[in-house]
């Protein structure tokens, strides 16, 4: 006779996680939109007033993030490069259709793989030592101390990264597309044995200058979007070592998550554009 009411129990509690998970869902996204007013109404007040940018501190962010992940982004872009150009040659000669390759290779990467990879590159390194940095700070009550010395946190310790976010971003993308075409040509030249002449103008052809803005501007979303996420977990952190692992590990997912939902919109309203 117990059984009917453990499972009604059961179910009973099951329907309150999911209750709860949904609660803490929305409410994270609250908090999130208004973090994102807030760093939008300064990024307008920086943008007005430029003086107010702390350029020593967006220098060392743009270092930080941008020359120290080129070799890394160097890295996995050829190595995309030439698996997309693998996987093309072995469909593309069964067609005879050798010489699409650079087209192929050159388009998924500029508007697709290129702005993608980088940003998964930039937030496993950027977006995680955002959250971490601003974490250990509030750990150590340095962002109250901020706020009782009449500072805004949000325009002290995110606007410069946000910033060189922005700025670094967009030229690793650029770097990571010509290691990517790179790769593919490889592939090409080896594999299929077509002229490096052949594939660079097959490449130059295919790549229109809107693909290219397109792909840029992708990259400039996940920027924002790797920042926004990155120092928002930071400022949740918990108040221990475990609450600054925790949020710089759901900065990952979380960004990872939102980048795809992003790349989804941004790719089906390229398509609507003819793009």
Request: proline letters at 4%.
């Amino acid at each position: 006779m117990p059984m009917p009411f453990d499972l009604d129990q059961r179910i009973e509690d099951r329907i309150e996680e999911v209750g709860s998970f949904a609660k803490h869902i929305i409410d994270d996204l609250i908090r999130m939109v208004i973090f994102t007013g807030e760093l939008s109404r300064i990024v307008w007040e920086s943008i007005t007033h430029p003086r107010r940018v702390r350029r020593r501190e967006t220098l060392y962010y743009m270092d930080m993030c941008g020359t120290d992940a080129v070799p890394i982004v160097v890295m996995i872009c050829l190595l995309m490069g030439i698996i997309l150009g693998f996987q093309g040659a072995m469909q593309l000669q069964k067609y005879g259709g050798d010489i699409f390759i650079a087209d192929f290779v050159s388009l998924v990467i500029i508007k697709e793989m290129g702005p993608l990879m980088v940003a998964m590159i930039c937030t496993g390194r950027a977006g995680s030592a955002f959250a971490a940095e601003i974490g250990t700070m509030k750990v150590g009550e340095e962002i109250d101390a901020l706020r009782t010395m009449g500072l805004n946190p949000v325009r002290f310790l995110v606007m410069p990264k946000l910033m060189a976010m922005l700025l670094v971003m967009p030229l690793l993308t650029v770097f990571g597309d010509i290691v990517g075409i790179f790769g593919g040509m490889i592939i090409a030249v080896i594999k299929l044995n077509l002229p490096i002449v052949v594939y660079y103008n097959r490449a130059m052809g295919a790549i229109t200058p809107l693909a290219f803005m397109l792909g840029l501007f992708k990259s400039f979303v996940f920027a924002f979007i790797i920042t926004v996420i990155g120092c928002r977990r930071g400022f949740s952190a918990g108040n221990d070592a475990m609450g600054v692992g925790r949020a710089a590990t759901s900065t990952v997912v979380s960004s990872i998550f939102w980048i795809v939902i992003a790349d989804f919109v941004l790719t089906f309203f390229y398509s609507m554009i003819g793009e």
